[in-house]
């Protein structure tokens, strides 16, 4: 099994930066990748990001690329997404997810964190 709790999110003016933390527990971590993704009202979730948990190999979707960066501290056990740049557009509910390597599917989600941007 595996844990996700996110933090992190709040209130920011647009232009701004915010960090958003996901902070894993269980025992496989190492044969997980970490992704981070979003829901705004009314849209489907839509996926961010990703990280290997093993070796660090990252990946973004094409519409945050140049403001978002996901990156991992494995002594903390938690992934981070740094927003930068961010729009009113940017606001929705953030989840961390985690699957394992060997399955397509995120099996594991967070509970959710909400970022709103102002204009």
């Known amino acids: 099994q595996v844990q996700l709790v996110e933090s992190g999110g709040g209130l920011v003016q647009a232009g701004g930066s915010l960090r958003l933390s996901c902070a894993a527990s269980?025992?496989?971590?190492?044969?997980?990748?970490m992704g981070w993704f979003r829901q705004a009202p009314g849209k489907e979730r839509a996926f961010l990001a990703t990280i290997i948990w093993g070796n660090g190999r990252t990946y973004n979707a094409d519409p945050v690329k140049g403001r978002f960066t996901i990156s991992r501290d494995n002594a903390k056990n938690t992934i981070y997404l740094q927003m930068n740049s961010l729009k009113p557009e940017d606001t929705a509910v953030y989840y961390c997810?985690?699957?394992?390597?060997?399955?397509?599917?995120?099996?594991?989600w967070g509970q959710g964190t909400q970022v709103t941007v102002s204009s």
């Open positions: 997810a985690a699957r394992l390597l060997t399955q397509a599917t995120y099996d594991y």
């Open positions: 269980g025992d496989i971590l190492s044969n997980l990748a």
